[in-house]
T-cell receptor, first 121, second 106 residues
Framework: DGGITQSPKYLFRKEGQNVTLSCEQNLNHDAMYWYRQDPGQGLRLIYYSQIVNDFQKGDIAEGYSVSREKKESFPLTVTSAQKNPTAFYLC????????????????????FGPGTRLTVL | GQNIDQPTEMTATEGAIVQINCTYQTSGFNGLFWYQQHAGEAPTFLSY????GLEEKGRFSSFLSRSKGYSYLLLKELQMKDSASYLCAGRGGSIFGAGTRLFVKA
Protein backbone atom coordinates (compact mmCIF):
# COMPACT_ATOMS: atom_id res chain seq x y z
CA ASP A 1 0.00 0.00 0.00
CA GLY A 2 1.27 3.46 -0.88
CA GLY A 3 1.24 6.12 1.74
CA ILE A 4 3.04 8.53 3.98
CA THR A 5 4.16 7.57 7.47
CA GLN A 6 5.41 9.50 10.45
CA SER A 7 7.03 8.25 13.60
CA PRO A 8 6.73 8.31 16.46
CA LYS A 9 3.09 9.16 17.08
CA TYR A 10 3.84 10.68 20.48
CA LEU A 11 7.16 12.13 21.54
CA PHE A 12 8.32 13.64 24.78
CA ARG A 13 11.50 15.59 25.14
CA LYS A 14 13.23 17.54 27.83
CA GLU A 15 13.77 21.21 27.38
CA GLY A 16 17.09 21.93 25.69
CA GLN A 17 17.25 18.69 23.70
CA ASN A 18 17.12 18.34 19.94
CA VAL A 19 14.68 15.80 18.53
CA THR A 20 14.16 14.42 15.02
CA LEU A 21 10.76 13.51 13.59
CA SER A 22 10.61 10.97 10.81
CA CYS A 23 8.57 11.24 7.60
CA GLU A 24 8.63 8.65 4.82
CA GLN A 25 6.54 8.34 1.66
CA ASN A 26 6.38 5.63 -0.99
CA LEU A 27 4.08 7.55 -3.33
CA ASN A 28 6.97 8.68 -5.55
CA HIS A 29 6.01 12.28 -4.87
CA ASP A 30 8.48 15.03 -5.69
CA ALA A 31 7.42 17.49 -3.01
CA MET A 32 7.32 17.10 0.76
CA TYR A 33 6.25 19.51 3.49
CA TRP A 34 6.36 19.98 7.26
CA TYR A 35 3.63 21.81 9.16
CA ARG A 36 3.04 22.72 12.73
CA GLN A 37 -0.47 22.88 14.21
CA ASP A 38 -1.26 24.34 17.61
CA PRO A 39 -4.55 23.62 19.42
CA GLY A 40 -7.51 25.17 17.64
CA GLN A 41 -5.28 26.66 14.97
CA GLY A 42 -4.62 26.09 11.31
CA LEU A 43 -1.49 24.69 9.70
CA ARG A 44 1.70 26.72 9.50
CA LEU A 45 4.39 25.77 7.02
CA ILE A 46 7.85 25.09 8.46
CA TYR A 47 9.84 23.80 5.48
CA TYR A 48 9.18 22.25 2.11
CA SER A 49 11.24 20.44 -0.48
CA GLN A 50 10.58 19.99 -4.19
CA ILE A 51 13.57 17.88 -5.09
CA VAL A 52 16.28 15.83 -3.44
CA ASN A 53 19.01 17.88 -1.75
CA ASP A 54 16.97 21.07 -1.93
CA PHE A 55 14.49 22.67 0.47
CA GLN A 56 12.99 26.06 1.25
CA LYS A 57 11.96 27.79 4.45
CA GLY A 58 8.31 28.26 5.17
CA ASP A 59 6.70 30.84 7.41
CA ILE A 60 8.08 29.56 10.74
CA ALA A 61 11.43 27.90 9.99
CA GLU A 62 13.34 29.37 12.94
CA GLY A 63 14.43 26.68 15.39
CA TYR A 64 13.90 23.84 12.88
CA SER A 65 16.09 22.08 10.35
CA VAL A 66 15.43 19.51 7.61
CA SER A 67 17.25 17.35 5.09
CA ARG A 68 16.20 15.65 1.87
CA GLU A 69 18.88 13.11 1.05
CA LYS A 70 16.40 10.66 -0.46
CA LYS A 71 13.20 11.28 -2.37
CA GLU A 72 11.26 9.15 0.10
CA SER A 73 12.43 10.78 3.30
CA PHE A 74 12.16 14.28 4.78
CA PRO A 75 13.10 14.28 8.50
CA LEU A 76 12.51 17.34 10.65
CA THR A 77 14.77 18.27 13.57
CA VAL A 78 13.32 20.43 16.30
CA THR A 79 16.29 22.15 17.86
CA SER A 80 16.69 23.64 21.30
CA ALA A 81 16.45 27.05 19.65
CA GLN A 82 12.73 26.52 19.07
CA LYS A 83 11.15 28.36 22.00
CA ASN A 84 7.70 26.75 21.98
CA PRO A 85 8.09 23.30 20.40
CA THR A 86 5.07 21.60 21.95
CA ALA A 87 2.68 21.07 19.04
CA PHE A 88 1.21 18.61 16.54
CA TYR A 89 3.58 18.14 13.59
CA LEU A 90 2.25 17.05 10.22
CA CYS A 91 4.23 15.90 7.22
CA UNK A 92 2.71 15.94 3.73
CA UNK A 93 3.71 15.15 0.17
CA UNK A 94 2.39 16.08 -3.27
CA UNK A 95 3.19 14.75 -6.75
CA UNK A 96 4.47 18.12 -7.91
CA UNK A 97 6.21 21.02 -6.25
CA UNK A 98 4.37 24.33 -5.74
CA UNK A 99 6.93 26.72 -7.20
CA UNK A 100 6.15 26.50 -10.86
CA UNK A 101 4.25 28.56 -13.38
CA UNK A 102 0.63 28.08 -14.21
CA UNK A 103 -2.52 27.08 -12.42
CA UNK A 104 -2.77 24.38 -9.83
CA UNK A 105 -3.81 20.87 -10.72
CA UNK A 106 -4.43 17.51 -9.17
CA UNK A 107 -0.66 17.17 -8.81
CA UNK A 108 -0.74 19.82 -6.11
CA UNK A 109 -3.01 17.80 -3.85
CA UNK A 110 -1.28 17.16 -0.55
CA UNK A 111 -1.35 13.81 1.24
CA PHE A 112 -0.75 13.96 4.95
CA GLY A 113 0.87 11.58 7.38
CA PRO A 114 -0.83 10.74 10.70
CA GLY A 115 1.20 13.33 12.60
CA THR A 116 3.55 13.39 15.58
CA ARG A 117 2.46 15.01 18.81
CA LEU A 118 5.53 16.52 20.49
CA THR A 119 5.47 17.53 24.12
CA VAL A 120 8.33 19.32 25.81
CA LEU A 121 8.57 18.56 29.51
CA GLY B 1 -0.08 39.97 0.52
CA GLN B 2 -1.32 36.47 1.15
CA ASN B 3 -4.10 35.81 3.64
CA ILE B 4 -7.04 33.42 3.92
CA ASP B 5 -10.05 34.02 6.13
CA GLN B 6 -12.70 31.55 7.25
CA PRO B 7 -15.37 31.62 9.95
CA THR B 8 -14.18 29.99 13.16
CA GLU B 9 -17.18 27.78 13.89
CA MET B 10 -20.50 26.74 12.41
CA THR B 11 -23.32 24.52 13.62
CA ALA B 12 -25.81 22.70 11.41
CA THR B 13 -28.40 19.98 11.68
CA GLU B 14 -28.11 16.43 10.39
CA GLY B 15 -29.62 16.16 6.90
CA ALA B 16 -29.29 19.86 6.18
CA ILE B 17 -27.03 21.79 3.78
CA VAL B 18 -24.20 24.00 5.02
CA GLN B 19 -21.96 26.46 3.20
CA ILE B 20 -18.49 27.23 4.53
CA ASN B 21 -16.98 30.40 3.11
CA CYS B 22 -13.37 31.27 2.44
CA THR B 23 -12.03 34.62 1.29
CA TYR B 24 -8.49 35.19 0.19
CA GLN B 25 -6.23 38.04 -0.74
CA THR B 26 -3.37 36.65 -2.68
CA SER B 27 -1.30 37.89 -5.53
CA GLY B 28 -0.56 35.39 -8.22
CA PHE B 29 -3.54 33.19 -7.43
CA ASN B 30 -3.18 29.72 -8.91
CA GLY B 31 -5.69 27.47 -7.18
CA LEU B 32 -7.70 26.91 -4.01
CA PHE B 33 -7.90 23.62 -2.11
CA TRP B 34 -10.28 22.29 0.55
CA TYR B 35 -9.30 19.74 3.21
CA GLN B 36 -11.23 18.03 5.99
CA GLN B 37 -9.61 17.40 9.37
CA HIS B 38 -11.19 15.39 12.16
CA ALA B 39 -10.01 16.20 15.66
CA GLY B 40 -6.55 14.79 16.35
CA GLU B 41 -6.15 13.44 12.84
CA ALA B 42 -4.42 14.50 9.64
CA PRO B 43 -6.20 16.56 6.98
CA THR B 44 -7.58 14.77 3.94
CA PHE B 45 -8.16 16.32 0.53
CA LEU B 46 -11.73 17.14 -0.50
CA SER B 47 -11.71 19.37 -3.58
CA TYR B 48 -9.91 22.07 -5.51
CA UNK B 49 -10.78 24.89 -7.91
CA UNK B 50 -8.65 26.79 -10.36
CA UNK B 51 -11.34 28.26 -12.59
CA UNK B 52 -14.53 30.08 -11.68
CA GLY B 53 -17.55 27.95 -11.02
CA LEU B 54 -18.74 24.94 -9.13
CA GLU B 55 -16.96 21.60 -8.79
CA GLU B 56 -19.22 18.82 -7.56
CA LYS B 57 -18.03 15.61 -5.88
CA GLY B 58 -20.88 13.66 -4.37
CA ARG B 59 -22.18 15.38 -1.24
CA PHE B 60 -19.39 17.94 -1.39
CA SER B 61 -19.11 20.83 -3.84
CA SER B 62 -16.71 23.74 -4.00
CA PHE B 63 -17.22 27.07 -5.71
CA LEU B 64 -14.70 29.71 -6.75
CA SER B 65 -14.94 33.33 -7.86
CA ARG B 66 -11.46 34.61 -8.69
CA SER B 67 -12.61 38.18 -9.29
CA LYS B 68 -14.10 38.31 -5.79
CA GLY B 69 -11.36 36.32 -4.05
CA TYR B 70 -14.05 34.05 -2.69
CA SER B 71 -14.67 30.33 -2.39
CA TYR B 72 -17.12 28.15 -0.54
CA LEU B 73 -17.50 24.50 0.32
CA LEU B 74 -21.04 23.15 0.20
CA LEU B 75 -21.93 20.05 2.18
CA LYS B 76 -25.27 18.41 1.44
CA GLU B 77 -27.24 15.81 3.40
CA LEU B 78 -25.14 16.42 6.46
CA GLN B 79 -24.14 13.44 8.56
CA MET B 80 -22.80 13.33 12.09
CA LYS B 81 -19.44 12.16 10.75
CA ASP B 82 -19.10 15.47 8.88
CA SER B 83 -18.33 17.14 12.22
CA ALA B 84 -14.76 18.26 11.59
CA SER B 85 -12.63 21.24 10.70
CA TYR B 86 -12.60 22.36 7.09
CA LEU B 87 -9.47 24.10 5.84
CA CYS B 88 -9.06 26.10 2.66
CA ALA B 89 -5.58 26.55 1.29
CA GLY B 90 -3.65 27.98 -1.61
CA ARG B 91 -1.34 25.84 -3.69
CA GLY B 92 1.88 24.80 -2.08
CA GLY B 93 0.75 24.86 1.47
CA SER B 94 2.19 28.19 2.41
CA ILE B 95 -1.28 29.61 2.78
CA PHE B 96 -3.68 27.68 4.98
CA GLY B 97 -6.76 29.17 6.56
CA ALA B 98 -7.23 28.59 10.29
CA GLY B 99 -10.12 26.27 9.47
CA THR B 100 -13.83 26.27 10.21
CA ARG B 101 -15.01 23.86 12.88
CA LEU B 102 -18.34 22.38 11.87
CA PHE B 103 -20.60 20.82 14.49
CA VAL B 104 -23.41 18.65 13.18
CA LYS B 105 -26.24 18.08 15.64
CA ALA B 106 -29.02 15.53 15.53
Amino acid sequence: DGGITQSPKYLFRKEGQNVTLSCEQNLNHDAMYWYRQDPGQGLRLIYYSQIVNDFQKGDIAEGYSVSREKKESFPLTVTSAQKNPTAFYLCASSPQGPDREGLAGVGDTQYFGPGTRLTVL
Amino acid sequence: GQNIDQPTEMTATEGAIVQINCTYQTSGFNGLFWYQQHAGEAPTFLSYNVLDGLEEKGRFSSFLSRSKGYSYLLLKELQMKDSASYLCAGRGGSIFGAGTRLFVKA
